[in-house]
């Protein structure tokens, strides 16, 4: 049975969203950059309200004044992670963010150009202004208004364009094929029909796998608790604590904060949280990691751009600060009542990494769910998932030799990840 995509030979950046290698990202920015630049195109009317909100709010105006000002004019910074001259002012910022809300990804064998958003923002987003104001929740209230029209055109059949046999952009083209040489098999399609039957590009993003690709570990076995997503291994912690400083260097876990003050968070203090994330070339719905009834669903706004000065620059922000967001990106938390008595309530949580506009939750409070039901899914961009067991739950995990961090590998969702041990 199959259980991963296999990519080219390439370098890239974690998760495979952005690439490594600075001249494909250089090369696409600067075709944003030119359209920009030749564009007589008015801004769209979010990206305008956001302008006019910059340009009438003191402390938008502030934050998004110092964030450009602040990146370095040394030679290290006279350029941009992306080999092109710095974006020094909001103006610019917005010019290309415009250009880009009428764009699906193409492929590209060096690299899904995944986080547009992050190309522009890499470096401002690491200064002391680019912390504060991507903190602040209007900025964050209109970050998401542009996100949420982007993700509009990204369920149009116009952004199916990409979904082509060109041989070097088309998502099924020779270069496509290659890095994917399985996905007819793997995934739900029919490539007798245009753009393999998909009918935009949300709808590829979010592909089902097809039956038994992904079986369930032990389905009739409460003692095994299955991958939730395809993802693979960030963190495992244990007896983590209610409130802690979870934005200094290594980024503890907070539990009243990562699930925003809900009562039921108190359930998991001194217990243990497993972290995982997702890769642009795989899958991203959801599953039920155990069988059990859901007791309560919440959606949690949050922001989308905020990374932890701790970590330093990161040239593929906010890659590496993947626990720090748990408490403050846009997320959504599914608490289920485990029909295992050893592990009763758990809860997953799914996290939206910048490009992401929607985590959308498909269970509703009271559902019974099997193990390997789905739950929900991400929509456009990078993510990172959580789970949660509380301090008397004896879990062991199988993480397939591998030491959790940023150079991990996909392990299949669905499969065994882990094993309640019997005390």
């Not at 209230?141 to 041989?167: C, G, M, T």
């Not at 098999?185 to 753009?195: A, K, Y």
């Amino acid at each position: 049975m199959k259980t991963d995509i296999k990519p080219c030979n390439k370098t890239y950046t974690v998760g495979k969203w952005m690439p490594a290698d600075r001249q494909t990202l250089h090369d696409w920015m600067l075709k944003i950059m030119r359209k920009a630049d030749e564009s007589s195109e008015p801004l769209l009317p979010v990206v305008d309200a956001f302008k006019t909100f910059i340009e009438t709010d003191p402390r938008a105006w502030m934050l998004f004044t110092q964030m450009f000002d602040e990146v370095s004019e040394d030679e290290a910074h006279r350029l941009s992670p992306a080999g092109l001259p710095q974006v020094r002012d909001y103006q610019h910022m917005l010019a290309l963010i415009n250009v880009i809300m009428t764009h699906a990804p193409e492929f590209d064998e060096t690299g899904l150009v995944g986080f547009p958003f992050n190309a522009i923002l890499n470096w401002s987003m690491a200064t002391q202004g680019g912390w504060s104001g991507f903190l602040d929740e209007r900025i964050n209230q209109h970050i998401k208004a542009i996100l949420n029209e982007w993700a509009v055109f990204l369920r149009s059949k116009e952004s199916a364009a990409v979904l082509s046999e060109d041989p070097r952009s088309g998502w099924f083209g020779e270069d496509a094929r290659r890095a994917m040489p399985t996905f007819v098999d793997d995934f739900i399609c029919d490539p007798s029909l245009p753009h393999h039957g998909f009918t935009s590009w949300d709808d590829f993003f979010t592909r089902r796998f097809r039956e038994g690709v992904r079986p369930i570990a032990a389905p009739e076995n409460d003692d095994v608790v299955v991958n939730a997503c395809e993802s693979a291994p960030y963190r495992l912690a244990k007896e983590v604590q209610l409130k802690d400083k979870f934005w200094i260097k290594s980024q503890p876990y907070a539990l009243q904060f990562m699930m925003n003050n809900d009562p039921l968070a108190s359930h998991f203090v001194g217990g243990t949280i497993y972290q995982a994330f997702l890769s642009a070339l795989s899958y991203h719905r959801w599953h039920a990691p155990v069988s059990g009834r859901v007791v309560k669903t919440r959606i949690i706004d949050g922001t989308y751009y905020s990374e932890t000065l701790s970590e330093g620059e990161d040239t593929a922000g906010p890659n590496a600060s993947q626990g720090y967001i748990t408490e403050l990106a846009s997320r959504a938390l599914i608490f289920i009542e485990a029909d295992h008595p050893d592990i009763g309530l758990m809860c997953f949580m799914a996290v939206g990494m910048a490009e992401v506009s929607t985590c959308e939750v498909t269970v509703y409070e009271g559902q019974t769910v099997r193990k390997g039901d789905q739950l929900g899914m991400f929509h456009f961009g990078g993510s990172t998932h959580c789970l949660f067991f509380g301090p008397k739950v004896n879990i062991e995990f199988d993480l397939r030799g591998q030491t959790p961090g940023l150079d991990s590998s996909n392990i299949p969702v669905n499969s065994a990840l882990a094993r309640i041990i019997s005390r």
